[in-house]
């Protein structure tokens, strides 16, 4: 009798635990099933990546997947699909993940200068730019979404990392006859996290214990300064 109480009592903490544990990663895990034949909308999208005009001279092309799939960061952290369908400023993006749900989601560990609220009349240096490099970039195409320790902030907003796949970064040279060269580096998966600090047009932030990346993103931050990029001319 022992025995069987202390059994049902066990499937009851199981069952308790597992739903206390329910997180967005879950969710849209959950609905992913609905998702899994489905091609993206864009035909051009699928046969070609888009050259994004960026100032300087820097341009970044990257394509998406035919179809929707398991996505995973370098180190196999499972990410979560989603489309953008709003920027709101250079670090905040409104994005459709796979449950159907919209989600307001800011980038972390990176800050871009302030254009709204009470910057409205008198944007930060930069915050244009940072706003229409994630505009010109991301709109209306898909992401993946990888989440920290601490999934959302005070304003509930959803707190991630924004995986590209396919990334090249290219750049237009200008030559002695005025003839310019397209110079290609391939970059492969890349965040537009580290994208907007290779560029000058955020800095680095960390709110602990979201810190996954801070190492790697201080040294990106540090070369751009060495560069003069951006904010840091």
């Known amino acids: 009798m022992k025995f069987k109480l202390a059994f049902i009592v066990s499937i009851i903490l199981l069952i308790v635990s597992g739903c206390s544990e329910s997180s967005i990663i879950e969710e849209a895990t959950a609905t992913r099933d609905k998702f899994s034949n489905r091609v993206d909308s864009s035909a051009e999208d699928k046969t070609e990546n888009k050259n994004i005009s960026v100032r300087e001279g820097h341009w970044y092309t990257w394509s998406i997947p035919n179809e929707t799939r398991d996505y995973k960061a370098p180190d196999k952290t499972k990410l979560i699909e989603g489309k953008v369908v709003n920027v709101v400023d250079g670090d905040t993006l409104d994005i459709q993940i796979t449950n159907g749900k919209e989600e307001r989601v800011r980038l972390i560990l990176v800050d871009t200068p302030e254009s709204k609220g009470d910057y409205e009349d008198k944007p930060q240096p930069y915050a244009i730019e940072a706003y229409e490099f994630t505009k010109e970039l991301l709109q209306d195409r898909t992401v993946w979404l990888e989440i920290d320790k601490e999934e959302r902030d005070q304003y509930e907003r ?16 200008l030559t002695k006859d005025d003839e310019v060269v397209i110079i290609g580096e391939k970059i492969g998966q890349i965040t537009l996290n580290e994208l907007l600090l290779r560029e000058g047009l955020a800095e680095v932030a960390v709110f602990p214990p979201n810190n996954k990346y801070e190492k790697q993103f201080e040294d990106v931050q540090k070369q751009a300064k060495k560069e003069e990029e951006g904010i840091w001319k």
């Open 158 to 173: 959803l707190l991630a990392y924004i995986w590209l796949d396919d990334v090249v970064m290219n750049q237009e040279v």
